[in-house]
């Protein structure tokens, strides 16, 4: 896919937006960092459709370790925030014809039909493209669940030691097609991609997505310079204390593959832009077309309706089974929702000003996003600390987004 004339810079992405959007999550954003128990640094931002950023800010510093500031230009580890990036890639194959939703995905990968249950068992209905980028396909996340965690640990494999023996050697917890657990389906999905594109998942995006956009931020891994401006990795503790540690392996170091699931990086601002093809029927702020109005549409149809087996599947409470990881969560608790191709859906307003139509996901290290094609805007706020579902990154989050809403013209 060639790149329109316009250029990306020409979209200012650097430049700080003015007005009442960029002071809010300024103030929001500083009130968080400045506490002592607070995040290190963070940065938020804000886009509309047309490329226009309604905040840009950062705060904090980029280390528990360093005096550098946070800067937006920071590049943070994206973690889960890559499954909608992935997600694209293999909804361009899907338009091409060289990839069926609904055909079993072994087809493409044979040794996905060789996958067992946790219990040892071989399940009974075939995994297809549809059932990884919708979670359920019975895989999951070590911790999320125990009798995942508990072989993970008898057998020596988890999904971040960057080995392909860690993330595409775990076991099945469900029967496919029969329930939704969040899980490494789109590592899956971006393996698939690359047997049907021949090239990394990261090759892919690069030519498809990132150069089409004009980006040069995000990539997976870190490259080159990048690495002077990679935020630092931090850990609360037991106590609520941050402590710096070290970064996973499926980021800094050479993994052994390109994780479809969690192996980006990126700025917030090169994120903001992939959103912008979310709010824009498909085309990113500079023109370029990356996916088809109708793709964008199949994406933000719940794959989860009244027919799905198993009854209101994103009502359950998701264990932190491992409590370094993560805390327990609850996927917009209360209120009606469904899950798309790689992300959750709001089928009714938040009293932020979200408009119901529109869709949001995360990252594990606490990096939030979301897309409102309604309201033609989209947001991120990206931070670097452990565990997930983290109030003192969540409530400035919804405090910029409160601003954003209550802002626009």
């Not at 103030?27 to 938020?44: C, H, I, R, S």
């Amino acid at each position: 896919m060639a790149a329109p004339d316009l250029d990306i810079s020409k979209l200012n992405l650097k430049d700080a937006p003015t007005g009442p959007t960029q002071e809010a999550a300024q103030k929001a954003l500083d009130a968080a960092t400045e506490k002592d128990n607070g995040p290190v640094g963070m940065v938020f931002g804000a886009i509309d459709k047309n490329g226009k950023l309604l905040a840009n800010v950062a705060s904090g510093k980029r280390s528990k370790d360093s005096a550098v500031p946070m800067s937006t230009d920071s590049i943070f580890p994206i973690w889960s925030c890559t499954k909608m990036i992935a997600g694209i890639a293999v909804m361009q194959l899907v338009e091409q014809g060289k990839i069926d939703l609904d055909e079993p995905v072994e087809k493409i990968l044979p040794e996905i039909g060789e996958v067992k249950k946790v219990d040892g068992s071989k399940p009974k209905t075939k995994i297809t493209m549809r059932m990884l980028l919708a979670h359920t396909a019975g895989f999951s996340y070590t911790f999320f669940n125990e009798d995942l965690k508990e072989w993970s640990e008898k057998n020596g494999k988890n999904e971040f030691d960057g080995t392909m023996e860690g993330t595409f050697g775990l076991p099945l917890i469900a029967e496919p097609g029969q329930a939704w657990n969040y899980s490494t389906g789109i590592d899956w999905a971006g393996r698939a991609l690359e047997k049907v594109a021949g090239m990394t998942l990261g090759e892919y995006c690069v030519k498809n997505i990132f150069e089409p956009l004009g980006l040069k931020d995000i990539n997976f891994g870190v490259k080159g310079d990048q690495k002077d401006r990679l935020v630092g990795s931090h850990q609360r503790d037991e106590n609520d204390q941050i402590k710096s540690r070290e970064h996973f392996k499926i980021h800094t170091s050479k993994p052994a593959f390109d994780s479809g699931g969690a192996g980006a990086t990126s700025t917030v601002s090169d994120y903001l832009q992939i959103l912008v093809v979310l709010i824009n029927k498909g085309k990113g702020a500079n023109g370029a077309r990356i996916l088809k109005e109708e793709t964008v549409k199949q994406m933000f149809e719940d794959q989860l309706g009244d027919d799905f087996p198993e009854k209101d599947p994103l009502e359950k409470k998701i264990p932190a089974v491992i409590p370094s990881l993560t805390r327990p969560c609850e996927l917009s608790p209360g209120m009606n929702k469904g899950w798309g191709l790689t992300f959750l859906l709001h089928k009714e307003p938040m009293p932020t000003g979200r408009s119901a139509g529109s869709s949001w996901w995360a990252g594990l290290a606490n990096l939030y996003w979301m897309a409102d094609p309604v309201k033609g805007v989209a947001h991120m706020i990206a931070s670097q600390s452990l565990p997930f579902n983290d109030m003192p990154v969540l409530i400035p989050w919804l405090e910029s987004e409160k601003a954003l809403y209550d802002n626009l013209e």
